[in-house]
């Protein structure tokens, strides 16, 4: 029997890797066997992004072995790891699917470009292989469908049925339950299971939820500085131990500051968005954190563009300060003091392809222009620079790219944004997803910060536990309605979880 697993194990041996300034990767083992579902955890910039990139060919420059069944393999390419049946859904889903073409079209990509379907190729035959690639997902996918229309979710399931037709032995998922709701992450749990068995297909479970690893996952690595520090089953560990291996200490908790409240700086009276949002009513003092309580497609997001501006409310009034506000775009929204975190980082949060220094004054590069409207790049790179600091942001220097930084630095620059700008109402929506423990915990004190320097913060989560720990007071949303309405001390999980689900 351990001869059987043994053959059926990927490898990698001594897997080194450096960027410029940075050893990402220092002499990393890691293995996998096929019909195994793994959990891979660590706190941002430990690595197991970086390691699971160079699995999935995405980084080629590399030292080290992978080998499967005791055989080398030369991964040096995306498409050299499909052949070797390894795929990888990445966190952010939209960008390795193509909008503007079918379910059926996005599912047989690569069988196309890797050259399996010969000959003159029907539609029929698409929408066919990936009727059966999602029928082995149980689900009901119309794959005549634009990929546009889709909810992430189902996006995630076009996704895995890609990997599936390709006959992949090994799938690597980054954060795959961030954007689901508890209805749609049992469905997925309970696919993989079914995967991992029937297909014999080999899982490698990314996440920063570790609940969800004890539901799912056998075993675990835990990486930590570029190195592996710890496999071990799952089976009679705690959350506790994982979290300590994570960091190398224990997760110390701060007590929260005594705050004191001021004015009302936001208030919103009957703000109605038709189809989003239905007569909501609320209001944030300064020096307050508000949580916004919510499953997925609650309307939490929705209630945060409504106030940034980015859709408009139709009727009601938003009050700043308590004068009356016209908010019509994210333009008069930081006019009137409003910043906006959202929860899809990459795509709204920040700039990607830019410097950590340009996104840092994004929102506030007036301040840095002089009269004959050059930037002054040498103040705006100092002023980045302290942001940076007091953040904890691990990077090179403030001219790195932030795609090259870890999930939880790139929200810590989404959120420094608006500290340069003094933003007075901050919108966090989701602001700790894909955040490990650790770098929770700072994003936490820095709310409390913001709160005691009487900055208004609009918290709005689906993790209740964090609403619990970091806010004043909570409104719970349910189908664009506000339904209920506590003060956090006199609340629990329990009871925030069942009007969220509509009780």
Same mark, same amino acid.
């Given at each position: 029997?351990?001869?059987?697993?043994?053959?059926?194990?990927?490898?990698?041996?001594?897997?080194?890797?450096?960027?410029?300034?940075?050893?990402?990767?220092?002499?990393?083992?890691? #293995?996998?066997?096929?019909?195994?579902?793994?959990?891979?955890?660590?706190?941002?910039?430990?690595?197991?992004?970086?390691?699971?990139?160079?699995?999935?060919?995405?980084?080629?420059?590399?030292?080290?072995?992978?080998?499967?069944?005791?055989? !080398?393999?030369?991964?040096?390419? !995306?498409?050299?790891?499909?052949?070797?049946?390894?795929?990888?859904?990445?966190?952010?889903?939209?960008?390795?699917?193509?909008?503007?073409?079918?379910?059926?079209?996005?599912?047989?990509?690569?069988?196309?470009?890797?050259?399996?379907?010969? +000959?003159?190729?029907?539609?029929?035959?698409?929408?066919?292989?990936?009727?059966?690639?999602?029928?082995?997902?149980?689900?009901?996918?119309?794959?005549?469908?634009?990929?546009?229309?889709?909810?992430?979710?189902?996006?995630?399931?076009?996704?895995?049925?890609?990997?599936?037709?390709?006959?992949?032995?090994?799938? &690597?998922?980054?954060? !795959?339950?961030?954007?689901?709701?508890?209805?749609?992450?049992?469905?997925?749990?309970?696919?993989?299971?079914?995967?991992?068995?029937?297909?014999?297909?080999?899982?490698?479970?990314?996440?920063?939820?570790?609940?969800?690893?004890?539901?799912?996952?056998?075993?675990?690595?835990?990486?930590?500085?570029?190195?592996?520090?710890?496999?071990?089953?799952?089976?009679?560990?705690?959350?506790?131990?994982?979290?300590?291996?994570?960091?190398?200490?224990?997760?110390?908790?701060?007590?929260?500051?005594?705050?004191? @409240?001021?004015?009302?700086?936001?208030?919103?009276?009957?703000?109605?968005?038709? +189809? =989003?949002?239905?007569?909501?009513?609320?209001?944030?003092?300064?020096?307050?954190?508000?949580?916004?309580?919510?499953?997925?497609?609650?309307?939490?997001?929705?209630?945060?563009?409504?106030?940034?501006?980015?859709?408009?409310?139709?009727?009601?009034?938003?009050?700043?300060?308590?004068?009356?506000?016209?908010?019509? #775009? !994210?333009?008069?929204?930081?006019?009137?003091? &409003?910043?906006?975190?959202?929860? =899809?980082?990459? /795509?709204?949060?920040?700039?990607?392809?830019?410097?950590?220094?340009?996104?840092?004054?994004?929102?506030?590069?007036?301040?840095?222009?002089?009269?004959?409207?050059?930037?002054?790049?040498?103040?705006?790179?100092?002023?980045?620079?302290?942001?940076?600091?007091?953040?904890? &942001? /691990?990077?090179?220097? =403030?001219?790195?790219? @932030?795609?090259?930084?870890?999930?939880?630095?790139?929200?810590?620059?989404?959120?420094?944004?608006?500290?340069?700008?003094?933003?007075?109402?901050?919108?966090?929506?989701?602001?700790?997803?894909?955040?490990?423990?650790?770098?929770?915990?700072?994003?936490?004190?820095? &709310?409390?910060?913001?709160?005691?320097?009487? /900055?208004?913060?609009?918290?709005? #989560?689906?993790?209740?536990?964090?609403?619990?720990?970091?806010?004043?007071?909570?409104?719970?949303?349910?189908?664009?309605?506000? @339904?209920?309405?506590?003060?956090?001390?006199?609340?629990?999980?329990?009871?925030?979880?069942?009007?969220?689900?509509?009780?």
């Amino acid at each position: 029997m351990m001869q059987l697993e043994a053959e059926k194990r990927l490898e990698m041996r001594g897997i080194s890797i450096e960027f410029p300034g940075v050893k990402a990767l220092d002499a990393v083992d890691f #293995s996998v066997r096929r019909g195994e579902i793994h959990a891979l955890v660590g706190a941002n910039g430990a690595g197991k992004s970086t390691l699971m990139k160079v699995l999935a060919g995405a980084h080629a420059a590399y030292d080290g072995t992978i080998l499967f069944e005791g055989v !080398p393999l030369t991964i040096d390419s !995306p498409r050299a790891a499909k052949r070797a049946g390894i795929e990888i859904v990445y966190q952010e889903v939209d960008t390795a699917l193509i909008s503007y073409l079918t379910v059926a079209e996005n599912i047989c990509l690569d069988l196309l470009t890797g050259g399996q379907l010969k +000959g003159v190729v029907r539609q029929r035959r698409f929408e066919q292989i990936a009727l059966e690639a999602l029928a082995k997902l149980q689900s009901s996918i119309d794959v005549r469908q634009r990929v546009s229309e889709l909810r992430l979710a189902d996006k995630q399931l076009v996704l895995i049925a890609r990997a599936l037709v390709q006959d992949s032995r090994f799938l &690597i998922l980054d954060e !795959p339950t961030a954007p689901l709701s508890q209805r749609e992450t049992e469905h997925l749990f309970r696919i993989i299971k079914e995967l991992a068995t029937r297909e014999q297909l080999g899982v490698i479970f990314i996440s920063h939820r570790l609940q969800e690893l004890f539901e799912i996952c056998e075993s675990i690595s835990v990486m930590r500085d570029g190195k592996l520090v710890a496999r071990q089953r799952l089976a009679g560990r705690t959350k506790e131990t994982i979290v300590e291996q994570m960091l190398g200490r224990r997760l110390q908790q701060t007590d929260r500051q005594t705050r004191t @409240v001021g004015q009302a700086l936001l208030e919103l009276d009957q703000v109605t968005v038709p +189809g =989003e949002l239905d007569q909501l009513s609320l209001t944030v003092h300064a020096g307050e954190v508000i949580g916004i309580a919510g499953l997925v497609g609650a309307g939490k997001t929705e209630l945060c563009k409504t106030i940034f501006g980015a859709t408009p409310a139709a009727a009601g009034q938003i009050r700043i300060a308590g004068e009356p506000a016209t908010i019509r #775009s !994210p333009h008069e929204a930081v006019r009137h003091g &409003i910043g906006l975190v959202p929860e =899809e980082r990459r /795509k709204e949060g920040i700039l990607v392809t830019d410097p950590i220094y340009q996104n840092m004054t994004a929102a506030s590069l007036k301040q840095f222009v002089n009269r004959f409207g050059w930037v002054k790049t040498g103040t705006e790179r100092t002023a980045a620079n302290a942001i940076i600091k007091r953040l904890a &942001i /691990k990077s090179t220097d =403030e001219t790195q790219r @932030v795609e090259g930084l870890s999930g939880g630095n790139q929200q810590k620059v989404a959120i420094g944004k608006w500290l340069l700008a003094d933003a007075a109402v901050l919108l966090l929506d989701e602001p700790t997803k894909g955040v490990d423990v650790g770098a929770k915990r700072e994003i936490f004190d820095v &709310i409390d910060q913001l709160a005691g320097q009487q /900055k208004a913060i609009l918290y709005a #989560s689906s993790e209740f536990d964090e609403l619990l720990a970091v806010t004043d007071r909570i409104y719970v949303m349910y189908d664009g309605k506000i @339904v209920f309405e506590t003060n956090t001390s006199e609340t629990t999980e329990d009871q925030l979880l069942l009007y969220a689900t509509g009780g």
